[in-house]
């Protein structure tokens, strides 16, 4: 029996759109700390504010797009995402001071939330429904790949210190991305005019009074809030490893862990996704809890580069099981028409993790050091084993007891 397609021409295009955009994001995120403190003098507390501005950004537009993106189209909310996007990078040329740097940052942030939550709407309407684990899998590939290149990329456009050299190369980026954007296909019905019915027979925009729920999906809410509590323990790698490695002396090998991590996603991701779409997703979640616990614990101990690599290929198991798993759960939850809705309730806890642990990670390791920190991120992780089986796992249980 011939299965359905993942790999589509309309599907590859909106993996390479994403793929750029997080490139962009990854490149930036790096690159920007350094520029704050090497080109406008700023201190170690703004080095952080050009990353947390982005985030809280990112975060407020959250509550708006989902809404937006079920209301008025998923590509046209991922175009004009895209377009503010490629705007907020070009208006960084030229800043004469921080706080208009940070303003612009934050409207970056907000574009990048619209545009990030759109096109994956975009990509889980493209895959078919008995191969959406595989097929989110997949998508989710592109921006573990990106996770990989832009810090090492971003270093690279920013030793010589030339802003110039660094934004004429982040904004192309961007223009790829919107190119790949523009180019995205929708099946028929996904064009249809937006007085389209909700499933229930009321057209969308009929609703006139605002409720919590135009803003969160409900039926989202249990698994983002245990992507929340990955996030909060994966933003002490994103932020700290460097520092880490300096500290044991073993600075060398921070590329290395990377890669480590991004290929394990990579290998992985195939087989990952085929267990989602065939068996339980249980059998991903409380192994990837595990492993990605485990690997933070070990990197706590660690006073070799082996460590280190040994540490980053199974947080990669671990992480390349859990956001895939937990992306698609999110999304397939809610019926159809609240799918935007759905993306944003999961990116909105996702990004809210993010910030917040690489402020409280941070606290930790100034109060402490970069050991200690590492331990607490990983009874975060395992924190996280009671959030799903209590706010996921057992109402599920005894939902299908029920109708049973």
Known sequence: MNRERIWTKDFIVVCMSSFFMFLNFYILATAFPLYVKDSMNGNEQQMGLSISIYVIGSVLLRLFSGRWIDRFGKKKMAVIGMVVFLIA???????????LFLVIRFIHGMSYALASTA???VAVSLVPKSRQGEGVGYFTMFMSIAMAVGPAFGLYLWKDKDIDLLLISVCAIAAVSLFFTIGIRLPGQEER?????????????EKQRLRWSDFIEPKALPISLVGFCLAFSYSSLSGFIASFTVEIHHSQVTGYFFVAFTLMIVLFR????????QYTEHLLAYPGIALFAAGMLLLSQAHSEAIVLAAGVIMGIGYGALLPCFQTLAMKLAPEHRRGSAAATFFLLFDLGYGSGSYFMGMIAGLTDYRTMYVFAGFITLISVAVYY???HLPGAKRRVSAA
């Open 89 to 99: 990078c070009v208006g960084y040329f030229g800043t004469p001071g921080i706080v």
């Open 119 to 121: 096109m994956s709407t």
């Open 193 to 205: 005019n937006r007085t389209e019915t909700n499933g229930k027979g009321k057209p969308v925009q």
């Open 270 to 277: 195939p087989v990952i996704g085929k267990v989602l779409d």
């Open 390 to 392: 209590f706010l996921y």
